[in-house]
């Protein structure tokens, strides 16, 4: 069982916001090639969301996956959730952004997920992006996961990760 490596959200939803840092990267010469797991309790009051990526990427080789997947939180929650056999495709269809490549890049991107919104995957490696996918419904719990590359350990990874909800 791989744990997701934390719960980032506050227990509860009294007082959960509609805007949220939800984490802020700050990375410098990253040593290895690493997968970060986090686990995000979705508001019960949300039927849709934005999630701001916004990155520098610096150093030989950088690159910077993102992806966002619902979670199955029948028997487990938060960091009890397991980042390999508790995920699941939102809509049918994978939320993921193309991955970020070049040295000194700083795009932000955004990714809409929701019900209504049309389908949209193009993106760029290298500047601003907006993605689009198409979800009837939100799960209790999402787990975002990024991957970063440390292959010449002089890979830099700073920015923040914000989701704003929608009712």
């Known amino acids: 069982m791989a744990a997701v490596d934390s719960d980032v959200t506050p227990a509860g ?20 090639t690493t997968t970060v797991d986090r686990a995000l309790m979705v508001p019960t009051w949300a039927k849709a969301f934005t999630c701001l990526v916004d990155i520098l990427i610096a150093g030989t080789t950088p690159t910077f996956d993102f992806t966002i997947s619902g979670a199955n939180s029948a028997t487990r929650i938060g960091a009890n959730l397991d980042s390999t056999t508790d995920k699941f495709i939102l809509g049918g269809v994978a939320v993921t952004i193309t991955q970020l490549t070049t040295d000194g890049s700083s795009p932000v991107v955004t990714i809409d997920v929701g019900p209504g ?16 996918f198409p979800v009837t419904g939100l799960p209790s719990y999402l787990i975002y996961t990024y991957i970063y590359d440390g292959t010449t350990a002089d890979e830099d990874y700073n920015g923040q990760i914000v989701f704003i909800w929608h009712a």
């Open 13 to 32: 939803t009294i007082g959960r916001k509609k805007l949220e840092l939800i984490e802020t990267i700050a990375i410098t010469n990253a040593a290895a």
């Open 117 to 132: 919104i049309t389908l949209d995957t193009t993106g760029s490696a290298t500047v601003n992006s907006g993605y689009a």
